[in-house]
Structure formats: structure tokens, C-alpha cells
């Protein structure tokens, strides 16, 4: 019969039963790009289950695995059960990578050594006041918590641990994101200064500003996503160190973009621009291609690291040190809410699962651009007492 199985240390069935022969699969490790996990298999004789548990704990520490459960194993190796754990229920590349960020500049080195069943809130206010004094911003000092805290979390469920002990933990005080969203003139006049540069640097923040997408977003729009005036926004490309690739979106749901005429027909123009380019290059475009491609005949994605970089180097050069990439989104919203389009209209078209999430983060800075709008209307129109006394 099946052993009893803790997470992590794999499976042990005997095939057939009564045979004395063991299948042990265990985990080795996640694939990056895929994100699935990576089991290797062994074949097991021993003429009891003990015997044959025996046996796969020797393997594991032969392999270099640990076996141990419970609250003797050491952060370090929590975090490293609830890594593969993560992966295994669907957390994206790029998300994981910024786990196991937090985790080798923050916690592996520090606190990581200390068992679990010994981790005390003191240790934990220790650590999150001395990244603080560091350098580290509250929000990063908080996502760092939010790693631990979950982890511990996950001991609990797994019986590891009787409670968690980051529950107690102080956290810094946070102040609310304000977005810095540009002007339509300084959209404009960035969109203008990206062509100049790049045509496809140009192309790929113009996008960004009539649609609100994220930069990953746009860069995994293949020409198939654009059909009959719509935009299909159903996967988001992604580069960490160690691949990149296509991944779901951030709220893991497709969403459908309307285009106005205008865009309709510059993305007819910028598809014959494509062939044309392909056709210099003595290629002809791959059936569904990318829409904008590091390679002339649209088979790869752009790199998102050099796109946001040279819109920076672009906005900074134009006295826009604040306004980036993601600046352009900010702006989409922003203009949308100004307008009067609602925050459920509006957050369907940035892809927010929550209006009120629209609202909290965009409210303050539509205000203001209708504050501002009201002071050009007052410039224009003068009260009766201004006009009687000029």
C-alpha cells in the first residue's frame, strides 16, 4: 500500500502490491521557464514500507534533498519547499523570481539558518528595521514580509508549525501610491521623441498610450490578436535571468481592447511597414508573428528591457526624469477617468479584476486633471466682476 506522504519528500508506492518493489518519485528542482516541477524516479527493493522509507531517505540525502519535517528545518529550507510549492500551483516566472530576489538578498544570509519552530517576532522586527535602515523603501520592506508571512503560513497548514509567529511581526508605515501620470501634451511630445529615435520604439509607446497595457502585454500581441477593430489581450511576455517566454496575464483572465478608427489604421500601416522591413531583409513574416519583433520576420518578442530602458533615457532627455513606460498606463487611466469613462469600463480595459482598485490608485490623479481642466475654463471665461472692472 501507499506510504504516508509529507509534501516535498515525494511518493512511495509498492507495484505491484506484495512485489517488495518501491516506486519513489521525488521532486528535483523547478524548470524556469515552464515552471514545472522536475521529479526524477527510482525503482526501491525492501521487503517492508519501513525498509523501503529507509531507503528513500537515504536517496534523498544522497541527492542532496532534506527530509526532515516539521518545525526543525530551518527557514531556508521552508522557503525552499514553499518555491517549488508556488510553482506547482501556477505562480508566473517573473513572479517567482521575485520571491527568490527577496529571499537571496534578504533573508537567506540574515534569518535563514534559524528553525523555524525557534523564530520569534523580535527576529523578524530585527530583520525588517535593518533592511529599513539599509535603504530599503517600507513597500519592499513590507513585500519582503508578506514572503515570510505567507511561507509560515503554508507550515501551519502543512502542520509544521502551531502558529505564526510573523503575524506579531511590526511592520513600517506606508504611505499611498500616487501615481505620476504625464499630460496629453507630454504624451504626445514623448511619443514623438521615441519615433524620432526608434520607429518601433515609437510604435510600441504610442500602443501603450491609446491602450493602457502593460509593457508585457503589448509585447506578446501577435497579429492575431488584432481582429475586426479588437485587440485579444491574452498572454504577457516576460525576461527573467534565467529565460524569458510567454506567460498569462497579471489577473490570469483575457480581455478584449476596443480600438478607435484611428489606431485600426495605424496598425494596418505598421503591419505593411513589417512586411516591408521583412521583405528588405529577404524574409517574409512568420504566419502570426509578433507584432513588434527583435527579428525581421516577427518571430520573437522585443526586449523589454531595452524598450523601457530608452523611453527612460528618452523622457529624462525631454525633462521627464519622473515618467517611464509604465507612465503610459498610468496616463490611459488617468485620461479615461477624467473623461467620464466609468471605473468599471475603465478597469476593464486595463485588466484591474476590482473597480475600486481603478479608483484607489487613479482617483487622486484624475482629480487633478480635472482641477486643472476647471483653471483653463476660468481663464477663459472671466466672472461679470472681473469684466465690469476692465
Known amino acids: 500500500m501507499a506510504s504516508r506522504r509529507t509534501y516535498g519528500t515525494g511518493s512511495l508506492v509498492e507495484r505491484p502490491v506484495g512485489s517488495g518493489r518501491w516506486l519513489f518519485r521525488y521532486v528535483v528542482g523547478v524548470d524556469p521557464i515552464s515552471g514545472k516541477l522536475l521529479r526524477q524516479g527510482v525503482t526501491?527493493?525492501?521487503?517492508?514500507?519501513?525498509?523501503?522509507?529507509a531507503k528513500a531517505r537515504k536517496l534523498l540525502l544522497e541527492a542532496g534533498a532534506d527530509a526532515v519535517t516539521g518545525a526543525s528545518v530551518t527557514l531556508n529550507q521552508l522557503l525552499a519547499?514553499?518555491?517549488v510549492f508556488q510553482s506547482s500551483r501556477g505562480r508566473s516566472p517573473t513572479t517567482l523570481n521575485g520571491y527568490q530576489s527577496l529571499v537571496d538578498h534578504h533573508i537567506k544570509n540574515s534569518i535563514g539558518n534559524i528553525k523555524i519552530g525557534k523564530l520569534t517576532p523580535h527576529q523578524l522586527d530585527s530583520l525588517y528595521s535593518k533592511c529599513s535602515r539599509d535603504g530599503l523603501s517600507p513597500?519592499?520592506?513590507r513585500n519582503l514580509h508578506n514572503v515570510?508571512?505567507?511561507t509560515l503560513n503554508q507550515a501551519v497548514r502543512w502542520g509544521w508549525l502551531d502558529k505564526n509567529p510573523a503575524a506579531q511581526a511590526t511592520l513600517p508605515e506606508t504611505t499611498p501610491l500616487r501615481v505620476v501620470s504625464p499630460t496629453?501634451?507630454?504624451?504626445?511630445?514623448?511619443?514623438?521623441?521615441?519615433?524620432?529615435?526608434d520607429e518601433t520604439l515609437g510604435a510600441f509607446v504610442f500602443l501603450a498610450a491609446v491602450t493602457g497595457c502593460r509593457r508585457g502585454e503589448i509585447a506578446a500581441l501577435r497579429w492575431s490578436s488584432f481582429q475586426n477593430g479588437l485587440l485579444n489581450i491574452g498572454h504577457s511576455a516576460f525576461k527573467v535571468k534565467t529565460g524569458d517566454g510567454l506567460k498569462s496575464t497579471k489577473s490570469g483572465r483575457e480581455r478584449i481592447v476596443h480600438l478607435d478608427q484611428t489606431v485600426?489604421?495605424?496598425?494596418?500601416?505598421w503591419r505593411a511597414r513589417c512586411e516591408a522591413q521583412a521583405s528588405e531583409w529577404d524574409v517574409e513574416l512568420?504566419?502570426?508573428?509578433?507584432?513588434?519583433?527583435?527579428s525581421p520576420d516577427g518571430s520573437n518578442t522585443v526586449n523589454l528591457d531595452s524598450i523601457s530602458r530608452e523611453v527612460r533615457q528618452v523622457a529624462k532627455r525631454l525633462g521627464m526624469g519622473s515618467i517611464h513606460l509604465h507612465s503610459l498606463r498610468h496616463f490611459a487611466a488617468t485620461e479615461l477617468l477624467a473623461a467620464g469613462v466609468s471605473p468599471r469600463d475603465t478597469a476593464d480595459m486595463l485588466g484591474h479584476a476590482d473597480p475600486s482598485?481603478?479608483?484607489?490608485?487613479?482617483?487622486?490623479?484624475?482629480?487633478e486633471r480635472q482641477k486643472a481642466a476647471a483653471g483653463v475654463l476660468a481663464d477663459i471665461v472671466k466672472s461679470p466682476g472681473q469684466q465690469s472692472i476692465n
Open 44 to 53: 526501491i527493493e525492501a521487503k517492508s514500507e519501513k525498509a523501503a522509507q
Open 81 to 83: 519547499e514553499w518555491m
Open 139 to 141: 513597500r519592499t520592506v
Open 148 to 150: 515570510i508571512s505567507a
Open 184 to 197: 496629453p501634451e507630454q504624451a504626445r511630445e514623448l511619443i514623438a521623441a521615441c519615433q524620432q529615435k
Open 264 to 269: 485600426q489604421d495605424w496598425l494596418a500601416y
Open 286 to 294: 512568420v504566419p502570426n508573428g509578433f507584432i513588434f519583433s527583435s
Open 357 to 367: 482598485l481603478t479608483l484607489r490608485v487613479y482617483a487622486h490623479a484624475s482629480a
